[in-house]
């Protein structure tokens, strides 16, 4: 069902003690809201995110996994893995993972098949970069990505999965896309996924929008048709701009 989801990507950011001082921060911000609220810590503290906020209305969901349950992977983590420490949610395809760990589309299906396997929720983000926006390729390089990752599943795995429209320019770079450029990649992403599956499966899927979201940028983006939220990176660190983020909604 499409929900309004804000969720904070702290990337490779916070140890164990900044970890538990930013969620005794984000405990104190939380009021009661329209979004579904999460934030992804790294690996080592989900665990104990997940005690602290068990009883909060903030999910804590994992910035990556592997497609295999166990073997020899050194570095990596597996679903179940994730699951035996409460992670019910994994984001999926971040640009930095593709750009920086040569994750393929490719890859990525087999994360995603693995994901679903498990009964995991996938945040799955995907996004053109600089040139392709400039050479009026974004459309299709955001279509491929898509189709490429996720269009060999059946509509019902669209249940378990949220899409991320992520431009790689406006990614930790303080440009954002305009809310407008935003609502119409939104809508063209929902027009394909009605083109492949059905007008009822596109208007489902929440679409999350991310890159350089702020306290005084969200509002007029959450605002679009087409965007269910977002995917927040920088702004996610602080307490405060995330919750004025979250209540943007
Ligand atoms: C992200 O990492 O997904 C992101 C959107 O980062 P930022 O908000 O910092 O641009």
């Known amino acids: ?50 005690q602290a906020l068990r009883k909060h209305d903030i999910e804590v969901i994992a ?21 035996s420490v409460g992670i019910k949610t994994v984001i999926l395809g971040h640009s930095e993972r593709r750009a920086y760990f040569n994750e393929t589309d490719e890859i990525l299906a087999k994360k995603v098949d693995a994901a679903l396997k498990h009964g995991m929720r996938i945040i799955f983000c995907f996004g053109e970069e600089l ?24 509509g019902k795995a669209f249940e378990n999965i949220v899409l ?14 305009s809310p407008e450029q935003a ?22 899927v929440s679409i999350l929008y991310g890159g350089s979201v702020k306290p005084s ?5 959450f605002s679009k048709p087409d965007v269910d939220g977002g995917l927040i990176g920088g702004a996610s660190l602080e307490a405060k701009d995330f919750f004025a983020i979250v209540n943007a909604i």
Do not use: C
């Open 63 to 83: 910035q990556n996994m592997h497609f295999a349950d166990s073997g020899a992977y050194t570095g990596e983590v597996g679903p179940g893995m994730l699951l």
């Open 164 to 177: 991320a429209y992520e431009p790689v320019w406006a990614i930790g770079t303080g440009e954002t896309a």
């Open 1 to 50: 069902m499409r929900k309004q989801i804000v969720a904070g990507n702290w990337k490779m950011n916070n140890d164990l003690a900044q970890t538990e001082t930013l969620i005794t921060e984000l405990k104190k911000q939380i009021q009661t809201s329209k979004a579904e609220v999460m934030i992804a810590p790294v690996f080592t503290n989900l665990w104990p995110s997940f």
């Open 217 to 221: 940028n969200a509002r007029e983006i």
């Open 183 to 204: 609502q119409e990649m939104h809508a063209f992403i929902r027009k394909t996924l009605s083109g492949n599956y059905s007008d009822a499966i596109a208007n489902s």
């Open 131 to 154: 040139n392709d926006r400039k050479s009026g390729n974004h459309e299709s390089v955001v279509e491929n990505q898509i189709k490429n990752a996720l269009f060999h599943l059946d």
